[in-house]
């Protein structure tokens, strides 16, 4: 089945980074709901890339996910620190564990291309004057960046697993 992938849309006033696939007939399948001839569901599947979130993917798209449901999967990573029972984790540990989850997902991170989507405003395409925080700022985005593209490499994965009929934001 045919999949359609929009390109990233970022906002960095709200640090959110967005992508839809469509995958198969979901604009006829859509409107078939709205004739109220069908029923579709929408999930919401939180993702900070690690195994057991990839396992919750897997079984989402493969068991639950019907033809023209929505599945949200959402990359849920503290921005600030994450905590490791009473110890914070470094920023740099939490790059370096983001970068192996994509590597293993198959995302070159050396080789990622960030295209700016005309009509946001994406921080990484404005590379003028980088102070302290305009620098945390973009690698922020880099992140989420990365983030998309692994969920988007492992869903199109699962998806292409399945014969259902698929479509929604990652």
Do not use: W
Request: charged letters at 30%.
């Amino acid at each position: 089945m045919e999949m359609i992938v929009s390109p990233i849309t970022s906002t960095p006033e709200t640090q959110r980074v967005v992508r839809t696939i469509l995958r198969g007939e979901y604009e006829s399948i859509v409107k078939e709901a709205e004739e109220g001839n069908k029923r579709v569901q929408k999930y919401l599947v939180a993702t900070d890339l690690s195994g057991e979130a990839q396992h919750a993917l897997e079984c989402t798209i493969g068991t639950v996910l019907g033809d023209g449901d929505t599945l949200m999967a959402i990359y849920a990573i503290d921005r600030d620190m994450v905590e490791d029972g009473d110890k914070i984790v470094p920023d740099d540990k939490i790059a370096g564990e983001l970068s192996s989850n994509a590597a293993a997902m198959g995302t070159s991170l050396a080789a990622m291309n960030m295209p700016h989507t005309p009509g946001t405003c994406s921080p990484i395409s404005n590379i003028g004057d980088v102070s302290e925080r305009s620098s945390e700022r973009m690698e922020g985005e880099r992140r989420r960046f990365i983030a998309v593209e692994a969920i988007t490499r492992l869903v199109e994965k699962l998806l292409g697993e399945s014969r259902r009929n698929v479509g929604g934001p990652l």
